[in-house]
């Protein structure tokens, strides 16, 4: 399985992408997290976990604001996959 984080400005263009394999017997008991570096202003933040074998993905996506004071995401918010 992978985890794909997807980093979009707001006009949906694709600033950051990263891709982390993801062993499917460790989940849920697994946090999952990543750094992000950005300048101040407005995200959609999209996440997308992908079963390569059977062909099923599951997609979450979120709007994020990075202020002047916050330009580092220190801890992801925590998803739970709708499988």
């Known amino acids: 399985m ?3 984080i997807f ?3 707001e006009k ?3 600033l950051q992408m990263k891709r982390r394999k ?3 017997n460790q989940l849920p ?6 750094k992000l570096s950005l300048s101040p202003g407005q995200y959609k933040l999209r996440t997308v976990f992908r079963d390569i074998k059977a ?5 979450s996506t979120t709007w994020i604001a990075i202020t002047q004071k916050d330009q580092v995401i220190k801890k992801s918010k925590s998803i739970s996959p709708p499988w």
């Open 29 to 34: 008991a697994t946090q999952l997290g990543t």
């Open 55 to 59: 062909g099923q993905a599951a997609l």
């Open 7 to 9: 980093i979009l400005d």
């Open 2 to 4: 992978e985890w794909l």
């Open 12 to 14: 949906g263009y694709i």
């Open 22 to 24: 993801v062993l499917w």
